[in-house]
């Protein structure tokens, strides 16, 4: 985002003058209008790409819920998410910027879910 803004102020010939020891900035209001527009595009889709550990994947809703309740009592801290794909039902967990934080979590959990996969997704944003 920095270099388009630096970019269009270079290509649309806006200038810093230097008059009397002042630092004068002209700027166009577009360089404004684009600023709000990016911060509302990053209100609406507070998402970014990374990983969750995927702990099961079948049809059965009641099947998916037991397990979701069970890893809650195990582990209350984590988020975990209830999915619905025509026609399965996936049990995603964690929200995990890259592999490396992934994979800490994904060696704790295969001992007490057998098999689980670690799968691209859109996470949530972290709070702050």
Do not use: C, W
């Not at 582990?75 to 934080?101: A, H, M, S, T, W």
């Not at 689980?116 to 944003?125: A, F, S, T, Y």
Request: hydrophobic content about 40%; overall charge positive; aromatic content about 12%.
């Amino acid at each position: 985002m920095k270099k388009v803004i630096l970019l269009l102020l270079l290509v649309n010939g806006y200038l810093t003058v230097f008059a009397q020891n002042k630092l004068v900035v002209k700027v166009d209001p577009l360089i404004d209008s684009l600023v709000k527009k990016y911060q509302e595009i990053n209100t609406v889709t507070p998402h970014l790409d990374g990983y969750r550990i995927q702990i099961f994947t079948g049809a059965d809703r009641n099947n998916a819920v037991a397990i979701r309740n069970k890893f809650l009592t195990d582990f209350p801290e984590q988020q975990i998410y209830l999915i619905y794909q025509q026609p399965y039902f996936k049990l995603r967990v964690g929200d995990y910027r890259n592999l490396i934080e992934a994979q800490s979590f994904y060696t704790q959990l295969q001992k007490q879910f057998g098999q689980i996969l670690i799968v691209p997704d859109k996470i949530n944003l972290p709070k702050l």
